[in-house]
């Protein structure tokens, strides 16, 4: 360790990346133009420095050539600057004498011309050659961590997550806005290409999850606030009044049959408004928590406050209603959370060509979804909005999806699930089916196989993406039927197809709140509005927050299977944060150079995390290392430059100012 | 270096959480742009000290670009709100330092706008290439030279007659 405070012996590598850096940058000039620079013991070129030799390259060349200082100019240092600061570790040298250069990401891969690309990596070379002298070794922090997980959301993704955590023996908290967990799974009849029953697997999960003794079940709350980071998450949770005292119901929904309204005629969100029900209700039968809830828009008592409180007099002794519940709020404190918010299904209406909201007989495929269900609204029975059966029906797919006037990117289970419904309606109805596709998308296992059987059921698929959706008829036959307008590219002309029943395979979009919750847990969105993971292929389920998750359909459309796998994902990783039991903090925190603080106290306000004090004494503001995160905002506005921030330092960035201006 | 046609040097200060991950995020997509910039990465487009802007400038920047999240969106909930404030001061400074308004620039740029790098990029740099060289290392260096003449030219007068009499005059009276 002694060579570290002598003069700078800097080694200097420069990776190829095979041809992703090669290609664009002259290498081996930049390994020869730093050779040159002051301090620069060693210059080398080499085809993948985060390969294991190159790894062991500069572990040799530490111990050879005493060198006390590393540059590597590759690819971006949110990849790859862990891999690199752990061989120069190995190598004997303190982890922090390691600077990355970025000459894939912001030079190679966005330049065209080799001659400009490959000054640019020597004058970012050049800088971190100059930056990395003033160098100095620094600790990681290790900060004890909570060893509780929040899981956002109980969708199929929430509970899957939730009951992976609790059953490695950690305690969950499992927060879900809706009155039941189960999410858009509940809805669904039946699961591509298996066919087998979506309740059937889903429903024991859910009441696993609601009687599991280490997940603490939250449905109608929110998780509205977010404090804290990493491993010591403090999160303020919103519980909205359901006016049943939840420990108290039994779930005998004896309250629902005495309600003063005979007959059920409220808008059922559960059933997308295809079915009714009372302003005391439970979602759907197997709702978990078994509880009921009351709806305040439309309950006698709460609106008017006179009601003959029929329901009360069913509950008897039990005594689980109670009018006057306000909404409440607890908090808790977590290490991880797994926002699994899900997705929301694309608004038909946005595209009036297809006519759904002006033509009774069309419907959303979630619509479809709930008529087909032998516990939705209709018992199973597939009929039309005035009871008669369908003889004809189309399914028309991409709606809202590869779509540049609504939504660009294709939600992947559409075309899967438009086959499931096609497969379903013709084993109900006996209809003709027609599916309307642009491309049939069947990327999963079983999914190709999927499609073969419905060709060999008769369905009939049509290629082209529909113009309109009319009831304008030109012949006897389409009188009094939806016609659907479209042009064949494969029989190369524009048919007119007339059916009963029109079903638009409407595509998966962020939820309304995206955006919102994004803020709430310091989330990134892509451009879709989808939450962001941190890397597209090697960590998909992480954010650039650390310890938050992700999971589900909130990063992106997916079917069931990869839901699930992602959830998996996200516990494990999760796991990984608090079973090791404390975390390490990157160690580039702000400190004050008690000699020269004046005592202004310009910084002390300045600090979001209030991490700045004053000691009254000293007349000294004292930096406290525990809630320092390590903008830098303090540093930059000290009048009087008394505040260093570790790996960030004013004398490392000025450095590196000149370097990279030092180009000929 | 002569014969090389002139073309601007950029410094960009870019948050690590939003600007410095949209400039991966462009680069990863493979985007296309000038290659005049070089990047500068920092935790938070707070920590920008405006000594780091005068000094790119002296060092021979012809502009400056500085990168944070979007306002709300800071990873450390305001140093990007910060930041604008110094800006704002700064920009007038600049102005009455003969430095024009378009060669220092903050942007927004959230981690999913790797498009938006190569348009604010490609802009600035066409924008700086229309202004021409700012070259403050030679203003710096005909400055002094000035300096240097005028030191001179006291010396000399020094040197010469007023003090020179004015000692002797001492002299004789004495």
């Not at chain 1, 620094?138 to 929040?150: C, D, G, N, S, T």
């Not at chain 1, 209809?431 to 059921?457: H, N």
Request: hydrophobic share 35%; charged share 25%.
């Amino acid at each position: 360790m002694d060579n570290q405070r002598n003069e700078p012996r800097i080694g200097f590598y420069v990776c190829h990346c095979g041809t992703n850096i090669a290609g664009m940058v002259d290498c081996p000039a930049v390994a020869q133009y730093v050779s040159r620079l002051p301090n620069v013991v060693l210059s080398r070129d080499y085809k993948y420095m985060c390969s294991d030799p190159g790894q062991e390259l500069i572990q040799q060349d530490i111990r050879e050539h005493r060198l006390n200082r590393i540059v590597v100019a590759s690819c971006s240092p949110l990849l790859h600057e862990k891999t690199f600061r752990g061989a120069t570790e190995k190598g004997g040298l303190n982890p922090f004498f390691f600077h990355m250069v970025n000459i894939r990401e912001h030079d190679s891969w966005v330049h065209t011309d080799k001659q400009a690309a490959t000054e640019k990596a020597k004058s970012l070379a050049h800088a971190a050659i100059h930056r990395v002298r003033f160098h100095k070794p620094l600790e990681v922090k290790q900060v004890p961590i909570h060893p509780a997980v929040l899981v956002v959301g109980g969708g199929i993704a929430g509970i899957h997550a939730a009951m992976t955590l609790a059953n490695a023996g950690k305690k969950v908290y499992l927060v879900e806005r809706e009155p039941s967990i189960g999410g858009h799974m509940a809805k669904f009849d039946k699961t591509f290409p298996t066919l087998d029953c979506a309740a059937c697997i889903l429903t024991p999960k859910m009441s696993e999850v609601g009687a599991h003794p280490n997940i603490t079940l939250w449905t109608y709350s929110e998780a509205m606030k977010m404090e804290g980071y990493v491993g010591n998450y403090t999160v303020t949770i919103r519980h909205k009044p359901r006016y049943i005292i939840e420990d108290a119901c039994v779930g005998c929904l004896e309250c629902i049959d005495a309600c003063v309204y005979k007959q059920p005629k409220f808008f059922d969100e559960f059933n997308m408004g295809l079915g009714k029900r009372k302003p005391v209700y439970i979602p759907f039968p197997q709702a978990t928590p078994q509880v009921v809830l009351i709806d305040p828009e439309t309950c006698l008592n709460l609106k008017t406050g006179k009601c003959k409180k029929t329901c009360v007099e069913a509950c008897a002794d039990r005594k689980a209603i109670d009018f006057t519940q306000k909404e409440t709020f607890s908090e808790i404190k977590v290490g991880a959370i797994i926002v699994a918010t899900g997705f929301k299904s694309f608004d038909a209406q946005r595209i009036p060509q297809y006519g759904y909201g002006t033509y009774p007989n069309v419907y959303t495929a979630l619509e479809i979804e709930r008529l087909v269900n032998a516990s939705g609204p209709t018992g199973g029975e597939v009929v039309l909005r005035d009871g008669k059966k369908p003889k004809s029906i189309g399914i028309i797919h991409c709606v809202g999806s590869r779509d540049h006037k609504t939504n660009r990117w294709c939600s992947r289970v559409c075309c899967m699930y438009s086959m499931k419904l096609a497969h379903l309606l013709k084993e109900h109805t006996e209809a003709e089916v027609y599916s309307f596709y642009i491309d049939m998308r069947t990327p999963g296992k079983g999914y190709e196989e999927f499609y073969g059987k419905l060709l060999d059921e008769g369905v009939q698929f049509v290629r082209g993406r529909v113009g309109e959706v009319t009831d304008w008829a030109f012949t006897k036959e389409e009188e009094g039927k939806l016609v659907i307008r479209v042009e064949d590219t494969l029989a190369g002309y524009v048919r007119r197809i007339p059916v009963d029943m029109v079903v638009l395979a409407t595509g998966l979009e962020p939820q309304a709140d995206a955006q919102e919750v994004r803020r709430r847990f310091n989330m990134s969105c892509g451009t879709e509005g989808f939450f962001l993971e941190r890397h597209p292929k090697l960590a998909p389920v992480n954010t650039f927050t650390d310890g938050i998750l992700l999971a589900g359909c909130c990063q992106g459309p997916k079917d069931i299977p990869d839901t699930v796998a992602q959830a998996g994902a996200a516990a494990a990783e999760a796991l990984v944060l608090i079973d090791k039991g404390h975390i390490e903090q990157e160690p580039n925190t702000a400190f004050i150079h008690e000699e020269d603080c004046s005592g202004c106290k310009s910084c002390i306000p300045l600090c979001p995390y209030s991490a700045i004090l004053f000691n009254e004494e000293t007349r000294k503001a004292i930096i406290n290392q525990a809630l320092c995160k390590g903008c830098g905002t303090c540093v930059a506005s000290c009048p009087s430059g008394s505040i260093e921030q570790n790996l960030f330092d004013d004398e490392e960035i000025f450095s590196e100012i000149e370097g990279v201006l030092a180009y000929e | 270096m002569n014969e090389k046609q002139w073309t601007p040097r950029i410094v960009a200060f870019f948050c690590n959480w939003c600007t410095y991950t949209a400039a991966d995020l462009a680069g990863v997509s493979r985007l296309k742009y000038a290659p005049n910039m070089r990047v500068i990465r920092i935790m938070c487009s707070g920590r920008v000290d405006p000594q780091f802007i005068l000094e790119a400038f002296a060092k021979g920047a012809d502009g400056v670009l500085i990168g944070g999240c979007h306002p709300n969106d800071c990873h450390y909930a305001e140093g990007n709100y910060k930041m604008l404030r110094r800006f704002q001061l700064l920009q007038r400074m600049l102005k009455d330092m003969g430095i024009e308004e378009d060669r220092l620039r903050l942007e927004w740029i959230s981690a999913a706008e790797g498009e938006k790098v190569k348009t604010v990029m490609n802009d600035m740099v066409a924008k700086v290439t229309a202004m021409g060289p700012l070259g403050m290392p030679g203003r710096f260096a005909d400055w002094d030279k000035e300096m240097e003449h005028l030191e001179a030219a006291v010396a000399t007068a020094e040197a010469g007659q007023p003090a020179h009499s004015h000692s002797q005059q001492e002299v004789k009276h004495a």
